[in-house]
């Protein structure tokens, strides 16, 4: 059973950049049906879609962040990383990990998160 | 403004059922599968529903997942206290290239 923990700061002052690490273990980064994302969610809203990394490096970000997000892996360090930059206080969020899984059929995108971190708090601040 | 569009509550009594509907388009729930999550208070959100309808191992044959067209539907059946939680559809957006999520339906148990 694959689990993820994210760790990184709990606070981060406005304009700065936020940083988390998503650490696996129980599975390989290196599976070819997997995707490694990051998803965030607002106190008392809805789950928002943040982007992805492949084994390969490859991404897909979210189009309303990509301008200010960048994620990367580490397949050796079983480890994929979030940075955000110029943060505000509307990116106060619990930011959870989570791994995708992701099959093409028919021209269909099936893909779902299988597994997800407990989520980590970040609160930006002036 | 969620790309999918859920109802923000539903209720029902113990042992009664409850239908969740997702509305999206043809670049998301027209054009690929659905997945639904549930999230119970204060901690992560859990796969409930993958690939239009089915179940991981250990989610009860209660919860059921269907889709047509650009919509779908999660139905409770026998309604539980414990399943009072935020339920949450998406689907891949070729559109967009990423997951969209819908906004979220509270279910209460009366």
């Known amino acids: 059973q694959v689990q993820l923990q994210e760790s990184g700061p709990g606070q981060v002052k406005t304009s700065q950049t936020l940083s988390l690490t998503c650490t696996v273990s129980?599975?390989?980064?290196?599976?070819?049906?997997?995707?490694w994302s990051w998803i965030r969610q607002p106190a008392g809203k809805g789950l928002e879609w943040i982007g992805r990394?492949?084994?390969?490096?490859?991404?897909n970000y979210n189009p309303s962040l990509e301008t200010r997000i960048t994620i990367s892996i580490d397949t050796s360090k079983r480890q994929f990383s979030l940075k955000l930059s110029s943060v505000t206080a509307a990116d106060t969020a619990v930011y959870y990990c989570?791994?995708?899984?992701?099959?093409?059929?028919?021209?269909?995108?099936?893909?779902?998160?299988?597994?997800w971190g407990q989520g980590a708090l970040v609160t930006v601040s002036p | 403004q969620s790309v999918l569009t859920q109802p923000p509550s539903a209720s029902g009594a113990p042992g009664q059922r409850v239908t969740i509907s997702c509305s999206g388009s043809?670049?998301?729930?027209?054009?690929?599968?659905v997945n639904w999550y549930q999230q119970l208070p204060g901690t992560a959100p859990k796969v409930l529903i993958y690939?239009?309808?089915q179940r991981p191992s250990g989610v009860p044959d209660r919860f059921s997942g269907s889709k047509s067209g650009t919509s779908a539907s999660l139905v409770i059946s026998g309604l539980l206290s414990e399943d009072e939680a935020y339920y949450y559809c998406?689907?891949?957006?070729?559109?967009?290239?990423?997951?969209?999520f819908g906004g979220g339906t509270k279910v209460t148990v009366l």
């Open positions: 690939i239009d309808n």
């Open positions: 989570a791994r995708e899984r992701a099959y093409y059929y028919n021209s269909a995108t099936s893909n779902w998160f299988d597994s």
């Open positions: 990394v492949f084994r390969s490096g490859a991404t």
């Open positions: 998406a689907a891949w957006d070729d559109s967009l290239t990423g997951v969209v």
């Open positions: 129980g599975g390989s980064l290196n599976s070819g049906d997997s995707y």
């Open positions: 043809s670049s998301n729930i027209g054009s690929n599968t």
